[in-house]
């Protein structure tokens, strides 16, 4: 089993910054994926960005030049920087795991609005 907890989220407004952190507990040996997704209002969940026990980084095409993700694999923590927020960028932003399943957080929501 493996539990994650999400930080981070909030009301910002358009132009700001937001991290979002997730910290992983529980039984495993080591985590080969952890990412993020979000999920707006009436939209299916999307992947936002994955970065594997390695370093191999995957991003969604449209936020690679606004978002960065980073781990600490001893700490078993991803964090999330997301810089230059949009409007569009509102959601609530799911952590998620792999470790022979897949493991989600119960989300934090990111308001983005003046």
């Known amino acids: 089993q493996v539990q994650l907890v999400e930080s981070g989220g909030g009301l910002v407004q358009p132009g700001g910054s937001l991290r979002l952190s997730c910290v992983a507990s529980?039984?495993?040996?080591?985590?080969?994926?952890m990412g993020w997704y979000r999920q707006a209002p009436g939209n299916q969940r999307e992947l936002v960005a994955s970065?594997?026990?390695?370093?191999?980084?995957n991003y969604a095409d449209s936020l690679k030049n606004r978002f960065t993700i980073s781990r600490d694999n001893a700490q078993n923590t991803v964090d999330l920087q997301m810089n230059s927020l949009k409007p569009e960028d509102t959601a609530v932003y799911y952590c998620?795991?792999?470790?022979?399943?897949?493991?989600w957080g119960q989300g934090t929501q990111v308001t983005v609005s003046s």
């Open positions: 970065i594997t026990s390695g370093g191999v980084i």
């Open positions: 529980g039984s495993f040996s080591s985590l080969h994926v």
């Open positions: 998620y795991a792999h470790f022979r399943m897949t493991y």
